[in-house]
C-alpha cells in the first residue's frame, strides 16, 4: 500500500534525522543513536568522529559541517520534514483560532520540545505573534547545528527571540507560577522514539499554561507499537478490555485522546487531530481520517 | 546549482572613488526583500507585498538606476500623443492591479480596452476573428455581465506610473531611485552573524544592503541572475520590432465603443496594430532587420502608406516596395487602384506617424533555467523574454510578480526563511512551466507563419478556419490570451 510505505519513509526519515534524543537516554544510547544520526545524515564523515567528544577536533568540525549542511540542505534527507513544517504552524493555527472563555495572550511562548536541527523553532521564532520560542535537545551536536543555523537569520538573534538549551525535559525546571508557563508546547515526530510516552507526556504537560496547548505529531502505526507496549499496559488498561490483541495492533490517535480525558485534558473542544499524508509531487496533503492510519497532528489544550 | 560568482558589474563609474571589494569593511543593512530594477515586474511584487498585511512589516527596498520621478506620466499629458511602447494588459493582470489597490490610480482616459482581436495569414488569406460573442456557442449566448473586453492596450509609462503611485500611497519601501548596483557578492561569517548565503549589495550610492531575498526585476541582462549563476538559454530570432504610434482616418471600423485589434501574418513576421484612444493606433512589425532600418528611413507619408501596404497587398508586393528607395506612397497609390480589397475587415488608413515614436528593438528568446537561487528569485524580463507576437511579455511580469507576492506572503504566515530556496520553490514550480509553455506556443507560431508555401500554408490555414468556426475552442484560445 502505496500511503503505508510512505509513512514508512517518513518515519525512517523522523527517526534518523528530526529528533534522535526525546528519551531520557543513558549515556551509553546516546553514543549509539548519534552513531546512527553520523551514519545516515553523512556518508563521508567518519563514524568515529562522532565519538570524539573534543570541539577541536579537526574531523569532528568537518563532520559537524557535513551533517548541518544536510540538515538543511532542502534536497537533502530531511526534505520530507521541511515540507511537512508549515503544515504544523497550520495545524497550530487551528487550534489556537478555537474561541475560549480565556484567550491566551497577543504574543506567544513557545517551547519546541526535541528541536533538533531547529527546523519548527526557527520558524515559529519567526512569527509575528510570537514572543519568545525556548527550544529543547539534549544532543549537544544537532544544538550545534541549531546555533550555527539561527546564525543566518538576523531575527532570531534579537535578544530572547528564540533560546536553544542542551537540555532533556527532565532537565528543564519547571516555573513555580502558572502564569511563566508556556502557551504552546511542541512535540513534533519524538513521541515514537520516546521509550515511556505517558510519563513523558506528563513532563511536558507540566510546562503548559493554562488554557495552552500542547501540540504534537507522530505516526499512528508507530505510536501504535509504543503503546501496547508500554501505555496500554500502565494507562489504558482500565479502558480496553484485556485480551484484545486485534483490536490492539490498531491503537491510534483514539488511544490518545483517551489517555488524555483521564487526564482531565481537551473538554469543551479543546481537542484537535488532523490526518496527512506524503504524495510524491504534491507534498503533504492534509487527509480527513489520515490519523487512524499514517501520520498525524494532535492537539490538546489544558484548562484554563 | 552552480556555484555563484562575485559580479563586478560593468557600469560601475570610475569616477567614483574605488570601494573596499569585501562588504565586510562596513556592517550592511540588513533588508528582507532587496529588488533590482522598477519595471512593471519589480513594481508590481513590491506593491503586492505593501498591500497585503501579511508581508507589510518586511524591510523592502528598492534599486533603480533610472530616475523613477523623471520617467513618470505627466498628470495632464495630452491625449492626442502616445508613447511607443504599449503592452496589451489582459484581464487577469489587471484583475492583480485591482487586488493590489493600482488600478484605480492608473490614467484611465489614456487606455484603450479592447473587443475584437482579426488574425489573418498574409499568404492564404484565412482569417480568423475573436470576439466573446462569437466565441460563446448559440445554446449558451454570453451573459450580459460576462466581459467583453479581450485586453487592454496601455503605455508602459502609464503601468509603471500607476504602481509607483500606488506605491507611494502604501509607503515603507525605500527607494533608491537613480541608484545602480555595483557589486553583488556573498556576505561573510562573522562571529556574531552568518551571512555568508546573503547577497550584499554595495551601490554607487556608497550603501551596502544585504538581502534576505535579492529579486531580479533588471531585465533581459540580468546581473542579478548572473550573480546567481543561472544560465538563460535561448535565440535571437535575426528578426526586429519596429513600433511607432499611428494617426488613423477614423476611430475604428466598430467605432469607439467597438476597438478591434489587427494582426496579420506576414513571411517575414507579423504586423499588428493595436487600438489607442481616439483615432491612434499602436504598430508593432516584426520584420528582419534590413526591412527594419528601411521602414525607418522613410519619409512619413511613405512609412504610413508602407503600414498600410503591410495589411493589404500580397508578401510579392511588399517584397517590391521595400527595395524601391523611396515613393512608396505614390507607388502604393497607384496599385490599390488596380486590386480589390474588402476594406470592412481592414484596419483604418493610417494618415500621420507621430514624430519621434518610429524606433526598432531587436527580438528574442530567452529563459533562465530556473527562477529561484538560494536568496534570489527572478521576474519579468530576467527570467523570460519572449516574442511579442501574443502581446504576452508585460502580462507575464505581472503573473510572476503575484505569484512571487503569494509564495512569499504564504512563507510568512508559516515563519519560513523568504529567502530559503525551499520557501521559493513553489514560485518557481507555480510559474515556470507555465511561462514555458507560452514561450513554446508564441515561438512555434513565428515559425509556423514563417514559410511561404508549400502545405504548410494549406494546413495552418485550415487550422485558423477550423477553429474560427469551432466556438469551444476559440473560447480556450482566448481564454488564454486574457489569462482568464
Known amino acids: ?304 | 546549482m552552480s556555484p555563484r560568482l562575485p559580479l563586478r558589474v560593468q557600469w560601475a563609474r570610475s569616477s567614483l572613488p574605488r570601494r573596499f571589494a569585501s562588504s565586510s569593511a562596513t556592517s550592511p543593512e540588513i533588508y528582507d526583500v532587496v529588488c533590482v530594477g522598477g519595471g512593471p515586474a519589480g513594481l508590481s511584487l513590491l506593491t503586492g507585498l505593501r498591500a497585503s498585511a501579511v508581508t507589510s512589516n518586511l524591510k523592502i527596498a528598492l534599486i533603480e538606476g533610472q530616475d523613477l520621478q523623471k520617467n513618470r506620466l505627466p498628470q495632464d499629458a495630452q491625449l492626442d500623443r502616445f508613447s511607443n511602447r504599449c503592452s496589451s494588459l489582459t484581464p487577469a493582470s489587471v484583475k492583480n492591479l485591482q487586488e493590489i489597490g493600482a488600478w484605480s490610480h492608473a490614467n484611465i482616459a489614456r487606455i484603450q480596452p479592447y473587443q475584437e482581436m482579426q488574425v489573418w495569414d498574409g499568404v492564404s488569406d484565412a482569417r480568423i476573428s475573436f470576439d466573446w460573442d462569437s466565441a460563446r456557442s448559440m445554446l449558451f449566448p454570453r451573459k450580459p455581465t460576462q466581459p467583453t473586453t479581450i485586453a487592454y492596450m496601455i503605455e508602459n509609462v502609464n503601468t509603471t506610473t500607476t504602481l509607483l503611485d500606488r506605491l507611494t500611497e502604501l509607503g515603507g519601501v525605500d527607494i533608491l531611485s537613480s541608484t545602480k548596483v555595483d557589486t553583488i557578492e556573498l556576505g561573510q561569517n562573522t562571529e556574531e552573524l552568518d551571512l555568508s548565503s546573503w547577497p550584499i549589495l554595495t551601490l554607487s550610492n556608497g550603501r551596502t544592503l544585504a538581502a534576505r531575498l535579492l529579486v531580479g526585476a533588471d531585465g533581459a541582462n540580468s546581473p542579478v541572475r548572473t550573480f546567481a549563476g543561472i544560465p538563460s538559454r535561448g535565440f535571437d530570432y535575426n528578426r526586429h520590432g519596429v513600433v511607432a504610434t499611428l494617426r488613423l482616418e477614423g476611430p475604428g471600423r466598430g467605432g469607439l465603443d467597438h476597438k478591434i485589434a489587427y494582426q496579420r501574418f506576414l513571411p517575414t513576421g507579423p504586423i499588428a496594430m493595436l487600438p489607442l484612444p481616439g483615432n491612434l493606433s499602436s504598430l508593432v512589425w516584426s520584420t528582419t532587420p534590413d526591412r527594419a532600418t528601411k521602414l525607418k528611413s522613410l519619409s512619413p507619408p511613405d512609412f504610413s502608406a508602407m503600414i498600410n501596404a503591410g495589411f493589404r497587398l500580397s508578401p510579392t508586393d511588399l517584397d517590391y516596395l521595400h527595395t524601391l528607395p523611396s515613393g512608396q506612397a505614390d507607388e502604393i497609390a497607384w496599385r490599390e487602384k488596380h486590386m480589390q480589397v474588402n476594406e470592412s475587415s481592414l484596419p483604418m488608413k493610417v494618415i500621420d506617424i507621430q514624430p519621434g515614436t518610429v524606433a526598432s528593438f531587436p527580438l528574442k528568446m530567452r529563459h533562465a533555467d530556473t527562477y529561484t537561487g538560494d536568496r534570489v528569485a527572478l521576474v519579468g524580463d530576467a527570467a523570460h523574454t519572449i516574442h511579442p507576437l501574443a502581446g504576452q511579455g508585460l502580462n507575464q511580469g505581472q503573473g510572476d510578480a503575484a505569484a512571487l507576492a503569494r509564495t512569499i506572503k504564504s512563507a510568512v504566515e508559516t515563519g519560513q526563511d523568504i529567502g530559503s530556496l525551499l520557501a521559493l520553490e513553489q514560485y518557481n514550480s507555480e510559474r515556470y512551466a507555465e511561462n514555458n509553455a507560452m514561450l513554446g506556443v508564441c515561438d512555434k507560431l513565428h515559425r509556423l507563419y514563417s514559410i511561404e508555401s508549400g502545405p504548410i500554408v494549406g494546413l495552418r490555414s485550415f487550422g485558423l478556419r477550423a477553429v474560427d468556426s469551432l466556438s469551444p475552442l476559440k473560447s480556450f484560445f482566448m481564454g488564454r490570451a486574457a489569462g482568464v
Not at chain 1, 543566518?152 to 528564540?162: A, E, F, M, N, Y
Not at chain 1, 485534558?265 to 489520515?290: A, F, L, R, T
Request: positive net charge.
Open chain 1, 1 to 304: 500500500m502505496a500511503s503505508r510505505s510512505s509513512s514508512r519513509a517518513v518515519h525512517a526519515f523522523n527517526r534518523a534525522f528530526e529528533q534522535t534524543s526525546q528519551r531520557p537516554l543513558s549515556k551509553r544510547q546516546e553514543t549509539a543513536s548519534i552513531t546512527a544520526l553520523t551514519i545516515r545524515c553523512s556518508s563521508t564523515a567518519s563514524q568515529s568522529s562522532a565519538h570524539s567528544q573534543s570541539s577541536v577536533d579537526p574531523s569532528e568540525v568537518s563532520h559537524f559541517n557535513n551533517l548541518a549542511e544536510s540538515w538543511w540542505d532542502p534536497h537533502g534527507p530531511s526534505r520530507l520534514l521541511h515540507l511537512m513544517n508549515p503544515l504544523r504552524h497550520t495545524f497550530i493555527s487551528r487550534c489556537l483560532s478555537t474561541p475560549f472563555r480565556s484567550p491566551l495572550p497577543q504574543k506567544l511562548q513557545y517551547l519546541d520540545v526535541g528541536c533538533g536541527g531547529g527546523i519548527f523553532a526557527e520558524s515559529a521564532a519567526r512569527l509575528p505573534s510570537t514572543k519568545s520560542v525556548t527550544a529543547i535537545d539534549p544532543t549537544p551536536e544537532v544544538l550545534k547545528i541549531a546555533e550555527a543555523h539561527r546564525k543566518r537569520d538576523p531575527t532570531l538573534l534579537q535578544p530572547g527571540r528564540l533560546t536553544y538549551l542542551n537540555k532533556s525535559i527532565e532537565e528543564l525546571s519547571i516555573p513555580g507560577a502558572e502564569k511563566a508557563k508556556y502557551d504552546v508546547v511542541s512535540l513534533f515526530e519524538v513521541l515514537e522514539h520516546v521509550s515511556t510516552p505517558s510519563s513523558f507526556l506528563e513532563q511536558l504537560m507540566q510546562h503548559v499554561k493554562p488554557g495552552g496547548w500542547l501540540v504534537l505529531s507522530t505516526i499512528a502505526r508507530t505510536w501504535t507499537s509504543w503503546m501496547v507496549t508500554n501505555v496500554m499496559a500502565e494507562d489504558v488498561f482500565g479502558i480496553v478490555p484485556k485480551g484484545t490483541h486485534e483490536w490492539s495492533k490498531y491503537v491510534n490517535e483514539e488511544e490518545l485522546r483517551e489517555w488524555f480525558v483521564k487526564k482531565g485534558w481537551g473538554s469543551d473542544g479543546g481537542m484537535k487531530v488532523m490526518g496527512v499524508v506524503y504524495v510524491p509531487g504534491m507534498g503533504w496533503k492534509e487527509v480527513p481520517g489520515g490519523e487512524g492510519w499514517g501520520n498525524y497532528f494532535f492537539g490538546v489544550r489544558k484548562s484554563a
